[in-house]
């Protein structure tokens, strides 16, 4: 079946289960979800329940998809993603992007938890995506390109808009914390990097490294959407401190920033509109 048949399918059953036209779309990484617990006149619809869209089995994504209004805007949330680690293809892993887009959405804010590879960064930091690495030798956007969707090379010279963000800092500082920027790596998992691999990570110029958010925003600048990446920084990564990495030590201190995450979410599209 083709893609954009897929993409009508996905799209009329949403909107035959939701009276809101998201404006911005929300994904949201591991143990960042509860943001989706904000949004007001919600409707849930599980990831089985859409047409072509693929189920996350990773700790802390709860597969579903969530529509309604948040501080003023329409929104559709991920509640979990997929990753290129679980075996999916990287049409499956950004199919929701060009859903969303399909959908009316014009904003895409991608989240993730990551780890920081800026030995002056510390978990628990919040970072906002500046630019990316795309460090597994393979591309959302390879095959046959549909015009219709998209042009056959896209510019990412502006992947993460600057606009939003400026209205990002801007939030956190009325908010009263500040946040890190830097440079988001892509690995492909689902084993952690090495000692070895982080230090190479470093010497390309990543501050932080992990294992979604790159082909989604590939695939928002082939639609036009603009990007705002936030990294919740979890951990440290391998090398830099003499401990074991683990995926519960992620979502632990994701929880333990949960709060401030959500505030700056909430402040960037209650000034969105004028971003």
Known sequence: MELIQKIEEARAFITGKADHRPATGLILGSGLGSLADEIEDAVHIPYSEIPHFAKSGAVGHANELVIGR???????????????????TLEEVTFPVRVMKALGVSDLIITNACGSVNEGFKPGDLMLITDHLNLTGTNPLIGPNIDELGT?????????????????????????????????????GPAYETPAEIRMIRTLGA????MSTVPESIVAAHAGLRVLGISCLTNMAAGILDQPLSHDEVIEVAANVRGKFVDLVKGVLEGMEEA
């Open 70 to 88: 948040l501080n003023g805007r329409s929104v559709a949330a991920m509640k979990g993603r997929f990753h290129y680690y679980e075996g999916f």
């Open 152 to 188: 056959r090379f896209p510019d990412l010279t502006r992947a993460y808009d600057k606009k939003l963000r400026s209205l990002a800092l801007r939030t956190a500082d009325q908010l009263g914390f500040g946040l890190r920027e830097g440079v988001y790596a892509w690995w492909s």
């Open 207 to 210: 501050d932080a490294v992990g």
